[in-house]
């Protein structure tokens, strides 16, 4: 009598033909609450069924009562539910084991097709790739308009997902409304089933794949995932090594290879030569090709550039034969330091056009 009572404070209804409205005087909006019923009930029912199963959405439309088929372990005897799952792509006919989840799913399913004798309603199937119609099958996914048992289609099935997300308000990054098809189960169904540790060969089985490419194509790789991954390969990478390369170093040896970095620096750039090298030039850092030249440094290096061009012009007109192949060597390594500079690209910020995702206002 409450329940009642609020319902009239709410809407008022009435029962036409069968169908009860009901009318919200808030909006005048007049709403058939059988069939909006009818709908939210199939609609989860198929998000439940993809979800769960990861089939196309062929291989569910042609689910049928016949489906569910029992397997007796020959180890312990214990029956085991199954879901037969007819040939589409790959023509080959797959059972795939019922969770507790998806049996609960099912039953629901077929309470809700079953006449009052108990048996599903028989009904026929269009086949749109063949374009002949199937023969009567107690096909789960069936519903009862103007009279009439009628099997659902895809178009059926696409339009009761998209719906659903409209009325969830759902948005993509470019704020359009979220769309998702009913192969897109397939993608959480196959990640899922991987991650909680179904070997990829047998994952393969249940999607019904011939290649298990195909199957690692839908698998999702998370950030966490990669960075695991890699660790523990580096993890087994250096448990091969020999151990004596692993020993803690010394203090010692630790200030030592600070102390490298810390005197790479010079004046004109920094020295690139690797740790525990020895200089080959005798600190003359210009005439190294380990040298990195520093772009803020340039004009220091024009005025050493200049300045050996003086000195070997000096050397040449006062006969120092032997300070002059020294300084040419220099001079040489200096043109070739502002050669560097300049064929070393400038930096430039670039946009990348990267999308700012804004928190919708409250």
Not at 109 to 121: D, F, Q, S, Y
Not at 248 to 268: A, M, N
Not at 340 to 355: A, M
Request: hydrophobic share 40%.
């Amino acid at each position: 009598m409450e329940r009642g009572s609020e319902l009239s404070s709410t809407f008022w209804s009435t029962v036409e033909r069968g169908r009860i409205w009901a009318e919200d005087p808030n909006t005048g909006k007049r709403r058939d609450l059988g069939l909006e019923d009818e709908r939210a009930f199939w609609t989860w029912a198929v998000i439940e069924v993809l979800r769960a199963t990861g089939i196309r959405i062929e291989e569910l439309l042609e689910l049928s009562h016949h489906s569910l088929v029992q397997y007796r372990l020959p180890t312990t005897g214990e029956l085991v539910p199954l879901l037969q799952i007819v040939p589409s792509k790959t023509d080959t006919e797959r059972l795939l084991l019922v969770s507790p989840e998806l049996a609960d799913v099912l039953s629901a399913i077929i309470c809700r097709a079953r006449e009052a004798t108990g048996a599903v309603p028989l009904v026929r199937s269009y086949d749109r790739r063949e374009c002949v119609w199937q023969e009567p099958a107690p096909l789960l996914f069936q519903r009862r308009i103007r009279g009439e048992d009628g099997a659902f289609t895809d178009e059926t099935v696409r339009t009761m997902l998209d719906e659903a997300l409209t009325d969830t308000g759902l948005t993509d990054v470019t704020e359009a409304p979220l769309r998702y098809t009913p192969h897109d189960f397939r993608r959480p169904f196959i990640t899922d089933a991987i991650l909680n540790g179904l070997p990829p060969h047998i994952v393969q089985v249940i999607a019904g794949h011939q290649d298990i490419n195909v199957t690692l194509g839908y698998k999702a790789v998370y950030p966490e995932e990669a960075i695991q991954a890699h660790l523990a390969f580096l993890a087994r990478r250096g448990s091969l090594r020999p151990s004596e390369e692993y020993r803690v170093p010394t203090d010692e040896e630790w200030q030592e290879f600070l102390g490298h970095f810390e005197r790479r620096k010079v004046s004109i750039g920094a020295c690139g030569r690797p740790f525990g090298t020895p200089c080959i030039h005798e600190h003359a850092c210009v005439r190294c090709p380990m040298l990195w030249p520093d772009p803020a440094q340039r004009v220091r290096l024009v005025e050493i550039r200049d300045n050996l061009v003086a000195r070997t012009a000096e050397a040449e007109r006062e006969g120092w034969l032997g300070e002059m192949e020294g300084l040419q060597v220099s001079l040489a390594g200096a043109e070739e330091e502002l050669t560097q500079l300049e064929r070393r690209p400038s930096r430039v910020v670039v946009d990348l056009g990267i999308p700012v995702s804004r928190t919708p206002s409250s």
